[in-house]
Every structure is written in C-alpha cells, then in structure tokens.
C-alpha cells in the first residue's frame, strides 16, 4: 500500500490521521431530525411506498412531502434496526475513515510530501468534524468526496473514470439534496475544462460532456421526476431562519481551521506552479459559497484537501526544500507522535464512552422530562412545538401530530413556517386560533417573553428545567385530572440513551 511505502514514517503519519479523525469524529449527540429519519425509514420501508402528504403535522396534513433523503433515511433505520445506536456511531466513524482514505490515497499518489500532507489534514480534520453528526448530510460527503476524486483523475489523464459520475449522482439524488452542489460543479467544470479542451485540440471535452450530459439525466430518476429540482429551485431561492445557513463571520476564530486553508489558497495563487483553471474555479466558488453557508464550509473543505498538499509538495520540490523529507527525523520525533496519537486515541474512546458507545440525548437540550410525563399521562393532540424539537415529539408521542419539525420547507408551506415563528412571539390570541392546537411546547428560556400572559384560554400545568407545557382551557380530559390532582409526575429520570 503507498501508506506503507519503504519507511515506517508513512504509518506513523497516517495513523496520526486516523487517531485525529476518530477523536475529531467522535460527536455522540443527537441531531434534533435523528428521530425523524429513524421514523421516516421505518416507514417508508415497512410501508413499501413514499409517504405524499405531511400527515405527521397538523398545520398542513395535506401539504405535499418531498422527502428528497428516503434512501438515506432507509439506510439509517435498518442500521438501527440491527446495531441500535451503536450502529449509527459506527456507521459514522467509517464513513469519515474512508473519506481520510480517499483524500489520503488521491494526494500521496500524486507527489504530496507526507509532512506537508499530514500538516495540511490536521488542519482539514477539524474543520470536516461539526459535519459528522448521524444526519443525511454525511451522504452528501461521501459522494462529494468521490466526485470530486474522480473528476481529478478524469482530467489528469484517465477521462474513462467520467463515466461512474452519473451512477454516483444517482445515488447521491436519492440520498441528499447536497448533489444540487454536485450538479453545479459539475456543469462549471464541463464549461471551463471543456472549453479549454476544445481550444488545445484536445478530445478531453468528449467524455465530459457526455458524462454531464448522463449526469443531468441521472439526477432526474428519483420519486418525484423533475418535480423534485422545482422543489430544490423554490427551497434554495428562500432564505433560511436557520443556524447552519448562516454565513462565517470573517472577524473571529470560529471556523479558524477553515480560514487558515483558504488563506493558504489564496496564497497559492501568487506562487509558481500548474494551477488548472478549472481547479481555481472550482475552489473559489466553493470558497464563496462555504463562506456564505456555514453548512457548505465542509464542502469548501474537501476541495482544498485535494488541491493544497500536492501543490505545496510540487513546489517545495522544485525549490529543492528537502528539509520536509521525513528521513531526517529521528527517533525523538517518533516518540512525540506516538504519544500524540495515543493521546487521540484516549480521549476519542472518552467521548465515545461517556454514554457506553450510544447516541446522546441531552436532557439539557431535548424536552426529554415533558415527552416522558406526556407519556405517562396518556396526553394526546395537536402539540405547538419549537421548530428544533418537531421530530422528537413526532417519535416520542406517535399519538399526537405537530405544529413543525425539521423537514422545514420539504414538507410545509411557507405561510406555516412563518406562522410557527411567529406565533412564539407576539401576543395576540387570533393568532393562535389559527389551527386547532391542543398544547403548547415552550423553551424555559423564553419564559421571561411569555407570549400567553394574560390569555386565560391557556393554562400552565408542566414546567421543568427546559420545557413548559400549557393545554387548551377546554381540554376537559386533561384539566379535570389537573384539578383533581390525578396528574402522573414520573420519578425516574428519562433515559440518555437514543431514542
């Protein structure tokens, strides 16, 4: 194996990566839409069909559901199904080793120093880390990794490779709407190495153009046809109340790895070397876009893992910098990254074993104390939820049917969604009225914003460190234990432990 290679310093190197990727990897925590993926799996796969309508909510029962991720989500439930949550983890920790391979493999074939690679991935590692939670997101890394490997080795002599993209974008449709990314890429490179192709008599242009040309038609047999990229069109020209949409603030140290790499890109632009114009497209605007949408950064990422080793390892080469050549380190250094690798190690299995290799369910974050108390009291209806907690009410209590969940626009409209917002905030009783709801969710946190003082159709009966619950005045059933003093209060803590 080149890992391998003539010298024990290539081991040492690349199981220094490893180490890093399974410590930096080692997210535990429940993504707030897990639940719903599980659910929305076991369904699709016990039903034998895709659900049409939104009939988990009860704002829009019949709004139609274009649930781009059901072979991910297929995947995710028979994992669980199997290996429990465990699987999950697992599932996630080998998907990110077989990235390190996949990115370590393309740059050590092709010339990139070991200490200049390993120096750039201990950069790279971090910034890929936020993006391993078990969601389907991890999909489009996957695919996104491949693509942009195979589009290095089709335009760097093996054009034959071009021909796998379309299989590989119509896995990637079925699984993620991270292949739209994909897609445009694509048809940047098609245009800008095509042309160059065309203008240098070369035949290059030929297998991109029909390899893009399949491409297009492959992202198109999916559930939904070409319904399915109107819908992608209409989402991503909305803009998105949400965390991971946001952009990167430039004047700070969050995403310090991810500047860092950019920077050194832009450097690379003012240095001798090869530098294809179709690379140099391609990364800036990966560069534009990550740095626009937090979600993206990891994309902006891998593109640079496949560009800055080997052009920084060519360029040393040419300048005759040999101080980099692993053979001049002795033994001492050796020790140091034995030690920094079990180091990794330890700490990775710490973070793991905190919650005995399972999923995470924060109580501090999930209302874990309400669902259980819900629960136990049998109370059923239409439940006002915060957007962030939709999916896990939607497995906690099967019975009832929210107001929202993280589908977002897949599965409501936007007058829904700008009601859900809204409803949280301004005190205005006809606003409620708008949808027969049973129960309202709030955060503890806003309790200070009570948006339901002084509205007596409204009363309080749960409160704990995270959530309140407050029910309908005229939910007979419900109040009438109230009173009665015949509420349940559960004494045992909920379990940590996903689901």
């Not at 047999?221 to 070409?226: E, L, R, S, V």
Request: net charge positive.
């Amino acid at each position: 194996m080149i890992f391998l290679h003539k010298n024990s310093w290539n081991f040492f190197l690349i199981l220094l990566l490893y180490a890093l990727a399974f410590n930096q990897f080692a997210l535990i925590t429940a993504d707030p839409d897990l639940w719903g993926h599980i659910k929305f799996g076991q369904d699709i796969w016990t039903q034998n069909s895709l659900p049409l309508t939104n009939y988990y909510s009860y704002t829009a029962p019949d709004h139609p559901w274009t649930n781009h991720e059901w072979l991910a989500e297929i995947i995710f439930y028979l994992t669980f199904s199997f290996f429990g949550s465990t699987g999950l983890l697992a599932f996630k920790l080998l998907l990110g080793f077989y990235l390190i391979y996949l990115i370590s493999a393309y740059n050590l074939k092709n010339g990139a120093k070991h200490w200049v690679f390993t120096g750039l991935m201990i950069l790279t590692i971090p910034a890929l880390a936020p993006a391993f939670m078990v969601r389907p997101h991890l999909w489009t890394l996957l695919f996104f990794t491949i693509f942009i490997l195979l589009l290095h080795k089709g335009l760097e002599g093996k054009p034959v490779v071009l021909y796998w993209i379309p299989l590989l974008m119509l896995a990637w449709v079925n699984c993620h709407g991270g292949v739209v990314a994909g897609l445009a890429i694509y048809g940047t490179v098609t245009l800008t190495a095509g042309t160059q192709s065309i203008l240098a008599g070369e035949k290059t242009w030929k297998p991109l153009l029909v390899s893009f040309l399949c491409s297009c038609l492959a992202v198109l047999i999916n559930p939904y046809g070409i319904t399915l990229w109107e819908f992608f069109y209409h989402s991503l020209s909305q803009p998105r109340n949400i965390s991971e949409w946001n952009s990167i603030p430039l004047l700070s140290v969050q995403f310090l790895h991810l500047k860092i790499l950019a920077f050194l890109f832009f450097v690379t632009l003012f240095l001798p070397g090869k530098k294809p114009l179709w690379k140099m497209v391609v990364i800036s605007a990966c560069i534009y876009f990550g740095f626009k949408h937090q979600r993206h950064s990891v994309l902006t990422v891998i593109v640079l893992a496949f560009y800055l080793p080997v052009f920084l390892s060519k360029l040393l080469d040419n300048n005759k910098l040999n101080f980099f050549k692993a053979d001049n380190l002795k033994t001492p250094a050796k020790l140091i990254l034995s030690i920094f690798i079990v180091l990794q190690l330890i700490d990775g299995y710490s973070k793991y074993n905190q919650n005995q290799f399972k999923v995470l369910v924060e109580p501090q974050v999930y209302p874990s104390y309400l669902a259980q108390f819900m629960k136990a009291n049998q109370f059923k209806g239409n439940i006002l939820v915060p957007f962030d907690w939709g999916e896990y009410l939607i497995w906690q209590l099967p019975d009832s049917k929210v107001s929202i969940d993280g589908r977002f626009r897949t599965a409501y409209p936007e007058n829904v969604i700008g009601w859900n917002k809204k409803v949280y905030s301004v005190q205005n009783p006809k606003i409620l009225e708008k949808y027969p709801t049973d129960y309202i969710v709030q955060r503890k946190n806003y309790a200070s914003k009570n948006y339901l003082n002084g509205n007596d159709n409204w009363i309080k009966i749960y409160e704990d460190l995270v959530a309140i619950l407050f029910v309908r005045k005229n939910k007979d059933s419900v109040l009438q234990k109230f009173d009665k003093k015949q509420i349940i209060q559960p004494t045992e803590p909920p379990s940590m432990n996903f689901p």
